[in-house]
């Protein structure tokens, strides 16, 4: 098939609303039989690989159904690689790092393209442990951090609670990562949003259910889309899509619950920064964000497709928080919210080009879809336009499956 | 290396194991992990909580002990009543078409000790509706006695709680619930180290089901290992039949 045939094929039937939409790209046209992109989900992973690719002269169009359910939107935004490091997965913290050492830029240049402000807060984060028992396995996690070189600060229960003496007396100690950050991923979506639009990037309303070898993507209206290249990107909702070989491992839904609230009017703050705890083996988080929101979660269960709010659910995350700061009662409910992280069999992400010619992931972020957005959107660019990896994210190749 | 003394087959309800490793899923940072430890430990049975991996989860640990061939064992971890166990036990038996069950019901949070009598309870009901029970208990012969009587297909004793790694401790009780018992005993729960699963082998145990001394290990595959040789370690140590424990030296060979 040769160029002209491609183009022919980049919209076999319009989608609503969208006609002629190529001629209303700012950016120059070109040949290049990698220039048309359909971008199959509308997440942060998504959106910020449709960014970046229409950077680089691409013509992007993101499909993403109206009433998608996009774990970037409940994520509380927690940029907090040192606070997440796991033994095992010391690789997916030092992309974490990584990532997190972009942000600052990254949000600098979104928010000039958007306009919109992201909520990045640069407060740090710290970490806490209840009992004796949690103080053993923080100092494991402090022994890790020191080992991989994250400058981390070892604090007791006293000079926990000098930071936040909203702290119940009875934490132990903790561990001070200055560098562990926050963002809110809903302003930092929209952001991504806006300057993808200013940038050219099209919207197709509607969901996905195929993509064919030769990469047309067939929507559930009826409608074909045509491209040189598809990127699939909808997190674990992309199990329901059909490809033409199974290049995506299955990724299991982890669902997590949690509290968006806000402090009545007039209130001091009730942490400064976010604040980890691990409650008698159980974790909690609450991060506090600018205009007064404090997100509380959040749970971790494997239930499937399983979108229900749940008591004990809640009900978990409320008992752990009250526990660590017994001046949550005092916060105003604003939202329950559940989402689906998209987990892959070793928790790390499947980014870039697969088995199938010009069929690329940017998939399966698990807990860290918002801290590897920059990252991800610098490999996907490349990805896009060179067909490779660069080194930081070469690990996390799609097709490091295939073997 | 097979070794007939070592690696005889033990027997739960008429299936015959030759692993006497049982483990759990709980607390393994990926699926990948996971895979690779239960892989490495040979283990022919696991157990998973129903209510913590819905069975109809994708890429789950359910597909995981699948395409390993390992037997599922579905188990009842968060339930506080015998009805809340029984109901659960249930909806397992539905979707997995097993009528095997782990049963727990916990007492507290805090210690999630066993509550007796709505274990007992529980366990009644169930062996009545036709399950194979596997009852997680006490270290107390009393109760252990009064389950094998309700028809429960092996009884499961803790060493320590949940989760705690602390290892056996009341070797003295495992070993009266082992001399009473003619099914299997299968200690559960509490094992830190691999000491701790060759000591429950070297006490008469017919076999060690652990979770978390692997899972949460800094590197579970090894641990995992670690494990395999503790339990036939102290499965042969308990078919040799150790020396009696003397207060002075012998000699090994005589004084001239």
New interface residues.
Partial sequence: MNAADRTNLIRIMPAKGVEGSAMRTSHPTNDRRDSRVVVVGGGLAGRVTAWRAAQQGLDVTVVEPSDARSASRVAAGMLTPATEA????EPLMEFGVYSASLYADFVAELEAASGVPVGHRSTGTLMVAFDRDDLAVLT?LHELQQRLGIPTERLTGRECRGLEPMLAPSVRGGVLASADHSVDPRRLLDALAAAGAHAGVHEVTDRAVEVTGSLRVHLAGGETLGADQVVLAAG?WG?GITLPEPVV?????VKGQLLRTRLPGGSEPLVHRTVRGLV??SPVYLVPREDGEIVVGATQ??????ESLTVGGLWQVLRDARELVPGVTELEVTEACVGLRP?S???EPLLGPTRVPGLHLAAGHFRHGVLLTPATGEAMAQALTEGSLPSPARRFSADREDT | MFDPHVDDPFTIAGTAFSSRLITGTGGAPSIDVLEEALVTSGTELTTVALRHVSPTQEGSVWDVLRRNKIRPLPNTAGCFTAADAVRTARLGREALETDWVKLEVIADERTLLPDPVELLEAAETLVDEGFTVLPYTNDDPVLARRLEQVGCAAVMPLAAPIGSGLGIRNPHNLELIVEQTEVPVIVDAGIGTASDAALAMELGCDAVLLATAVTRAQEPGLMAAAMRDAVRAGRAARLAGRIPVRRYAQASSPMP
């Avoid at chain 1, 796991?86 to 997965?89: A, K, L, P, T």
């Avoid at chain 1, 491992?249 to 839904?253: E, G, I, V």
């Fill in positions: 796991v033994f095992g997965e494991d674990c199990n491992p299955t990724l299991r839904p008698k083996g269960e494997e239930r499937g497709h399983d987990g069999p070793d928790n």
